[in-house]
T-cell receptor
Framework: KQEVTQIPAALSVPEGENLVLNCSFTDSAIYNLQWFRQDPGKGLTSLLLIQSSQREQTSGRLNASLDKSSGRSTLYIAASQPGDSATYLC????????????FGKGTRLSVIA | DTGVSQNPRHKITKRGQNVTFRCDPISEHNRLYWYRQTLGQGPEFLTYFQNEAQLEKSRLLSDRFSAERPKGSFSTLEIQRTEQGDSAMYLCAIQTGSSYEQYFGPGTRLTVT
């Protein structure tokens, strides 16, 4: 059974710092991996999607990498801002492109002004 | 705007009552997923549809839960004889095109008293 772990569970950084969020998964036979952001009491916002054949994806100040063989992904946030404060969730999809996502518990990020 | 609306956004009900949630994708997407998220946890898969066919159900979906997607557009999730353990955020997601990226609605927060 696929398990997704996110470390750390919570992180507090001063504004302007670069930071890395970690995600690991137990079964490397994934189809793709998706990073989401969730604000308190809200739904999930898709940030980046990495296909299993890709090594990284970038969007603005965000960069996600994937090392499928070692079962790891990282989300790099450059020049953090208070508006980046949220919970970041990592999710993997196994098998085909239509199977459900398996989520980690998330990393709660606070960026202090 | 993720292209998915959910109603109601909040529901408070007494134990033993039945509740129904609705998910409306703005445009047609053949795959629609339901997830449940409890406090401090990542979303967990409940069920998904391809068009009007319900293709997979999680073991979390007890016989008190039923989901439908008539005509392959909107979807409803009904919980009968609610229990306090049903208190959670219920999230609907659609899947787009060839990238298999999932987009989530804002969720319905259920509180069972």
């Amino acid at each position: 059974k696929q398990e997704v772990t996110q470390i750390p569970a919570a992180l507090s950084v001063p504004e302007g710092e670069n930071l890395v969020l970690n995600c690991s998964f137990t079964d490397s036979a994934i189809y793709n991996l998706q990073w989401f952001r969730q604000d308190p009491g809200k739904g999930l916002t898709s940030l980046l999607l990495i296909q299993s054949s890709q090594r990284e994806q970038t969007s603005g100040r965000l960069n996600a990498s994937l090392d499928k063989s070692s079962g790891r992904s990282t989300l790099y946030i450059a020049a953090s801002q208070p508006g980046d404060s949220a919970t970041y969730l990592c999710a993997v999809r196994e098998g085909s492109g239509n199977t459900p996502l398996v989520f980690g518990k998330g990393t709660r990020l606070s960026v202090i002004a | 705007d993720t292209g998915v609306s959910q109603n109601p956004r909040h529901k408070i009900t007494k134990r033993g009552q039945n509740v129904t949630f609705r998910c409306d994708p703005i445009s047609e997407h053949n795959r629609l997923y339901w997830y449940r998220q409890t406090l401090g946890q990542g979303p967990e898969f409940l069920t998904y549809f391809q068009n009007e066919a319900q293709l997979e159900k999680s073991r979390l979906l007890s016989d008190r839960f039923s989901a439908e997607r008539p005509k392959g557009s909107f979807s409803t999730l009904e919980i009968q004889r609610t229990e306090q353990g049903d208190s959670a955020m219920y999230l609907c997601a659609i899947q787009t095109g060839s990238s298999y990226e999932q987009y989530f609605g804002p969720g319905t927060r259920l509180t069972v008293t």
